[in-house]
């Protein structure tokens, strides 16, 4: 049933509630069957606008400018520019691609904040532009791209809207800045409206992940700056993953060489073997984790990737020659010794557990890497490393250094990924050589996985999986899982969610059956929006922070058949009871959700018309009805599992009204997802 026949089941079952007020407080709080209603938890206009700009005015220009520096862009009001009332911003005389125009935030927002920023942009021409982030910590400034492609005109007439685009920044960071750039063309922009994201309250009666298996292993997760200003997000990360914190960018050769500060030292000593470092990017993550006592993983000290090529190079300049095999041991052993001296004399409080020493050194079939800097030419798989070595040498001196520089208790891992295929032979061999040395503690095992759409389909196997493990565990070091994630078929939203919950809850048997070999295991991200694999929803949390099917899969299972229903019969209603049966499977861990019941969203016992009645309620007034409202019997976390009988990528939506309304009807003779 769709369109027009829907509509007027809703109505119709309206008029029915009427005979149901003694249930639902108040049934005139119930949108209209033609408004559109939009989740609580990601509708932006539920925050407080903290920032409008019609640019109608030169005072409308504050905050504004262009990039600075030899950037060309003249901005200005302008009638050409506007999408509404008489004039916008325009940004032309653009002499470069990065040349643009830019609004910066740290001098009117707040620090540690999330806030959502929507505007209306066009080109002059047909334009692709991007819409970009800027700050900058000790001086060294850092940019991410927020939206890429914005097909922002076509034929100068038509306009992108963006809108609800996340932006935040940190405590420490300066001279932030969301700007437009990319082409040479004018842009145009009217319309910016910057609103505080609202309170979301995570589900506070799920067990805790890092509770669950304290005794066992940590539980832990990634985090980068960005995060920190989103409320839902942090408190799932104190509630479930408050056992270990990884930096997921910050900490990498990239952002920690300092080339400016590294060619002064040159210049002004002579010393081309001891490179400058800097902690700068990743100290709000850093703070964070030494404000809660938090354990951190390092990672990481020597990889291929993310390491900046003039660090290989004479006189440290990309353009000249790969420096020997001997003044490259020298710089690693000077970068490795200043990178765990200045961390551990900066956070002496921190409990820096583990590190990632090496990181990815071995081609799927265990050969080294070929030679070269990572790029396009070589799919971004070459080696500087091996480019000056000749071959993986390198990693018995990166493990040396890090032995005599770590601090005292930080074990020594090194990682990879598709580390369950043919690679694993010769992880395995390097190994054991260097615990003969006694400069390793253990291995990582990235487990970067794909359930696809069926546990057949699933690489690896989770038997593939298991036999890798057992044979890293066989050398006798220690085993972490440090960046888990399991993907589905990208764009398929949750189709196939409840195979990923059995492939994690697979996974995490086998976790059990090996926890005396293994000490921690951290998930690479916590929501799947903010996945590096945000298309195939890898994580345990969706979108909306609440726990999806392989959260639950992971700390027990549940299943449960229909309850009562209460059958509508023209005006009123006849109660039809049926028996039914429960099914409870005992899990070796508790679970705080008592077992799905489909339909009964006010957890009374039964499914009637009052369970449609709060779902639409909840959307339309969520303040009174949501999850923690004022209402006196509003939606609960267990109600809302119950009522996402669509199993929709949205959640709780009038749609799963519709469908209890048919089963009440009996156009539809059960409520278990996927049937009918």
Same mark, same amino acid.
């Given at each position: 049933m769709k369109g027009k026949n829907i509509t007027k089941l809703i109505a119709g079952v309206m008029g029915a509630a009427m005979t149901f007020t003694s249930t639902v407080p108040a049934v005139h709080a119930v949108a209209p069957a033609d408004v559109q209603l939009t989740s609580s938890k990601t509708a932006a206009s539920e925050g407080k606008v903290v920032y409008e700009c019609g640019f109608e005015s030169e005072a409308d220009l504050a905050h504004w400018s262009n990039r600075g520096g030899e950037d060309t862009t003249v901005i200005a009001i302008s009638a050409d520019a506007a999408k509404s009332g008489k004039s916008g911003l325009s940004a032309t005389e653009r002499g470069d691609t990065w040349h643009g125009p830019a609004l910066r935030i740290d001098d009117f927002l707040k620090p540690d904040t999330q806030y959502y920023f929507s505007c209306s942009v066009r080109g002059q021409w047909y334009t692709n532009t991007t819409l970009s982030f800027q700050f900058s910590v000790d001086g060294e400034p850092s940019?991410?791209?927020?939206?890429?492609?914005?097909?922002?005109?076509?034929?100068?007439?038509?306009?992108?809207?963006?809108?609800?685009?996340?932006?935040?920044?940190?405590?420490?960071?300066?001279?932030?800045?969301?700007?437009?750039?990319?082409?040479?063309?004018?842009?145009?922009?009217?319309?910016?409206?910057?609103?505080?994201?609202?309170? &979301?309250?995570?589900?506070?009666?799920?067990?805790?992940?890092?509770?669950?298996?304290?005794?066992? =292993?940590?539980?832990?997760?990634?985090?980068?700056?960005?995060?920190?200003?989103?409320?839902?997000?942090?408190?799932?990360?104190?509630?479930?993953?408050?056992?270990?914190?990884?930096?997921?960018?910050?900490?990498?050769?990239?952002?920690?060489?300092?080339?400016?500060?590294?060619?002064?030292?040159?210049?002004?000593?002579?010393?081309?073997?001891?490179?400058?470092?800097?902690?700068?990017?990743?100290?709000?993550?850093?703070?964070?984790?030494?404000?809660?006592?938090?354990?951190?993983? &390092?990672?990481?000290? &020597?990889?291929?990737?993310?390491?900046?090529?003039? =660090?290989?190079?004479?006189?440290?300049?990309?353009?000249?020659?790969?420096?020997?095999?001997?003044?490259?041991?020298?710089?690693?052993?000077?970068?490795?010794?200043?990178?765990?001296?200045?961390?551990?004399?900066?956070?002496?409080?921190?409990?820096?557990?583990?590190?990632?020493?090496?990181?990815?050194?071995?081609?799927?079939?265990?050969?080294?890497?070929?030679?070269?800097?990572?790029?396009?030419?070589?799919?971004?798989?070459?080696?500087?490393?091996?480019?000056?070595?000749?071959?993986?040498?390198?990693?018995?001196?990166?493990?040396?250094?890090?032995?005599?520089?770590?601090?005292?208790?930080?074990?020594?891992?090194?990682?990879?990924?598709?580390?369950?295929?043919?690679?694993?032979?010769?992880?395995?061999?390097?190994?054991?050589?260097?615990?003969?040395?006694?400069?390793?503690?253990?291995?990582?095992?990235?487990?970067?996985?794909?359930?696809?759409?069926?546990?057949?389909?699933?690489?690896?196997?989770?038997g593939m999986y298991e036999t890798a493990l057992k044979q890293f565990i066989g050398t006798g070091?220690?085993?972490?899982?440090?960046?888990?994630?399991?993907?589905?078929?990208?764009?398929?939203?949750?189709?196939?969610?409840?195979?990923?919950?059995?492939?994690?809850?697979?996974?995490?048997?086998?976790?059990?059956?090996?926890?005396?070999?293994?000490?921690?295991v951290i998930f690479w991200g916590v929501t799947d929006p903010k996945s590096w694999r945000y298309k195939q929803n890898p994580l345990i949390f969706d979108k909306e922070f609440m726990a999806k099917p392989a959260f639950k899969s992971i700390v027990g299972d549940k299943t449960a058949a229909d309850p009562v229903r209460t059958t509508i019969s023209g005006g009123g209603s006849t109660t039809t009871t049926t028996t039914t049966t429960t099914t409870t499977t005992t899990a070796t861990t508790s679970f705080a959700y008592d077992p799905i019941t489909w339909g009964d969203v006010n957890c009374d016992g039964t499914v009637d018309l009052a369970d449609a009645i709060l779902i639409l309620q909840a959307l339309a007034n969520p303040n009174k009805y949501g999850i923690g409202g004022t209402a006196p019997k509003p939606l609960t976390a267990q109600g809302k599992l119950n009522g996402d009988v669509d199993r929709s990528t949205e959640g709780l939506t009038a749609n799963d009204a519709v469908y209890i309304q048919e089963y009440l009807l009996h156009i539809r003779e059960t409520l278990v997802p996927g049937t009918r």
């Open positions: 940019y991410s791209n927020l939206r890429q492609n914005i097909q922002a005109s076509s034929g100068g007439n038509n306009w992108a809207e963006l809108k609800n685009i996340p932006i935040s920044f940190s405590e420490g960071m300066e001279d932030v800045f969301v700007y437009f750039e990319s082409g040479k063309e004018a842009i145009y922009i009217d319309d910016v409206t910057i609103t505080e994201a609202p309170h &979301v309250d995570i589900e506070s009666d799920l067990p805790s992940l890092s509770e669950i298996y304290k005794d066992k =292993f940590k539980v832990g997760t990634a985090l980068t700056p960005d995060d920190l200003s989103s409320q839902p997000f942090m408190d799932l990360v104190q509630k479930h993953f408050g056992e270990s914190i990884t930096v997921g960018n910050q900490m990498k050769p990239d952002y920690v060489l300092n080339k400016t500060k590294t060619l002064d030292y040159f210049k002004e000593t002579g010393d081309d073997v001891t490179p400058q470092i800097s902690f700068g990017q990743a100290k709000p993550i850093l703070n964070y984790a030494r404000k809660y006592g938090i354990p951190v993983r &390092v990672h990481t000290l &020597v990889w291929y990737s993310q390491t900046p090529e003039w =660090f290989f190079k004479e006189d440290y300049d990309e353009k000249k020659d790969y420096v020997s095999p001997e003044k490259m041991k020298k710089r690693m052993e000077n970068y490795i010794k200043s990178y765990f001296e200045t961390l551990t004399a900066l956070y002496p409080d921190i409990n820096f557990y583990a590190c990632d020493v090496v990181n990815e050194a071995f081609d799927n079939d265990g050969n080294p890497r070929k030679p070269g800097h990572p790029s396009q030419e070589n799919q971004y798989e070459a080696s500087d490393w091996v480019a000056v070595f000749g071959d993986n040498s390198f990693i018995d001196y990166a493990f040396e250094y890090a032995r005599k520089y770590a601090p005292e208790g930080c074990k020594l891992y090194y990682n990879d990924f598709n580390e369950y295929m043919g690679k694993k032979d010769a992880i395995c061999k390097m190994a054991e050589r260097l615990k003969a040395a006694g400069n390793i503690d253990g291995i990582g095992m990235q487990s970067h996985l794909d359930v696809r759409q069926s546990m057949d389909a699933a690489f690896p196997s989770l070091l220690d085993v972490q899982i440090t960046e888990l994630d399991v993907t589905v078929e990208e764009n398929s939203g949750d189709k196939y969610f409840n195979v990923q919950a059995e492939y994690y809850k697979g996974l995490f048997k086998i976790y059990e059956k090996y926890s005396d070999n293994i000490s921690a």
